[in-house]
């Protein structure tokens, strides 16, 4: 343990010289996407636990090791995760856009052991995590959002496999020991997630196993004119 925290200390040093853990393409300005332009869809930190067929935004922050939305999900319900176009979140002034991840180039590949998740860097997950506030929470389930998604397709349903807060991030790297949020530092932007509880009826249907890609968008979404 103690060779790998070294090893990651030696990475740490490396990474200053990297323009970032996960990246797609050069963007010199970054922005905070706005909020959606959906009528009357509450916070989910305001709705709490939404009921089956309710829907609400969470906003997922590139720079927090969990962004907590305030939903507490049932075990075995079905909840759809729906990101709304033309948003983009950074990593250290790189471009990245959710809820899809990439496989990085040769310098971000040194660090591929130490992401979070298996899987893409700066993918889309959501987590199913214990109650409560500190970063060491345990971590009940973990969905990759981005993975599931596919380029004509932005809305996921997955099934609870436990109670507990849904939180969001994106899969980036754990730092050494006692600074875990490291290669989350140099993160940037925020995007908005849409999060409704699907009915029994819309699972029975769109539901073929733990998680389904789904294209059509929720039936109580309006838009505003």
Not at 34 to 61: F, Q, T
Not at 64 to 89: C, E, F, M, N
Not at 107 to 126: N, P, V
């Amino acid at each position: 343990m103690r060779a790998c925290s070294m090893l990651i200390a030696m990475l740490v040093a490396v990474s200053a010289a990297l323009s970032g853990c996960a990246a797609i393409r050069y963007e010199p300005t970054s922005y905070d996407s706005p909020k959606p332009p959906l009528k009357d869809m509450p916070g989910c930190l305001s709705k709490g636990a939404p009921n089956p067929g309710d829907e609400c935004l969470a906003l997922v922050r590139a720079d927090q090791w969990w962004s907590v939305t305030g939903v507490k999900v049932q075990k075995d319900a079905a909840y759809r995760l729906t990101i709304p176009p033309h948003q983009v979140w950074f990593d250290k002034g790189r471009t990245n856009t959710p809820p899809y991840g990439e496989v990085g180039n040769s310098a971000m590949k040194l660090f591929d052991r130490y992401k979070r998740q298996e899987g893409l860097w700066f993918s889309l997950i959501a987590a199913v995590v214990e109650p409560g506030s500190n970063l060491d929470r345990k971590e009940l389930q973990s969905v990759d959002i981005g993975s599931a998604a596919n380029k004509d397709c932005k809305s996921v349903i997955f099934i609870a496999s436990e109670k507990g807060d849904l939180t969001l991030y994106p899969n980036d790297a754990r730092g050494p020991d006692g600074h875990s949020t490291y290669f989350y530092e140099n993160n940037s932007g925020q995007i908005w997630v849409q999060v409704r509880q699907i009915t029994n009826t819309e699972g029975a249907v769109a539901i073929k196993g733990p998680v389904a890609a789904e294209c059509t968008p929720p039936s109580n979404t309006t838009v505003a004119r």
